[in-house]
């Protein structure tokens, strides 16, 4: 297991990333798989790429709506 770690880590290109996701193993007590330290590796990706947004859990992305479900098609932009 310890190799297939170590091979995820390498196949990052930027070790920034790689360090950031150590800390966060680190400082949180975690156990990784290769599996799960791909996973982390894309969240912190996906974080980096959108900083202004408040990063939300899985289970919390499940309530998360599109826009256009408030829109309602039927109601009139500026009633007179």
């Avoid at 982390?40 to 790429?49: F, M, W």
Wanted: net charge negative.
């Amino acid at each position: 297991m310890l190799e297939g770690l170590v091979r995820t880590a390498d196949a990052v290109k930027e070790p920034a990333l790689v360090e950031r996701a150590a800390i966060l193993i680190e400082n949180h007590g975690l156990k990784m798989t290769p599996q799960e330290l791909r996973r982390l590796l894309a969240k912190l990706t996906a974080e980096r790429s959108t900083p202004n947004l408040v990063p939300l859990s899985d289970a919390t992305s499940e309530f998360v709506r599109d826009p256009t479900y408030f829109i309602n098609p039927n109601s009139e932009r500026n009633p007179s």
